[in-house]
C-alpha cells in the first residue's frame, strides 16, 4: 500500500499504472475496478481518478465494461 505523504503527481501516475500492469490485472478480463484501485491509496478518490485519467489521455489504460473498470494497454 502507498502512503498519501510526499506523493508527487508524476509519482501517483507511476504507481497508478504499475497496478494495471500486475500480471493477474493484465490477465483479468475486466480490468481492475477503480474501487479496487481506491483501496491501495491513502489518498482522496480524486487524486486517483486524476492518474487514472491521466493514464487514459495518454493511451497507457483504456476503460473496458464501463467507466469504473480499466485495463492495460501494456500487454507485458
Known amino acids: 500500500m502507498t502512503s498519501g505523504i510526499n506523493v508527487s503527481k508524476t509519482d501517483l501516475h ?10 493477474a490485472n493484465v490477465e483479468s478480463e475486466h480490468g481492475v475496478h477503480i474501487d479496487e484501485i481506491v483501496k491501495r491509496f491513502k ?4 487524486n486517483i481518478r ?3 485519467d491521466y493514464n487514459v489521455d495518454i493511451g497507457h ?6 467507466d469504473f473498470h480499466y ?3 501494456f500487454t507485458d
Not at 507511476?14 to 500480471?23: C, D, G
Open 43 to 46: 489518498l482522496p478518490e480524486k
Open 14 to 23: 507511476e504507481q497508478v499504472l504499475a497496478i494495471f500492469r500486475e500480471p
Open 71 to 73: 485495463k492495460s494497454a
Open 61 to 66: 489504460i483504456y476503460s473496458t465494461i464501463h
Open 50 to 52: 486524476d492518474a487514472i
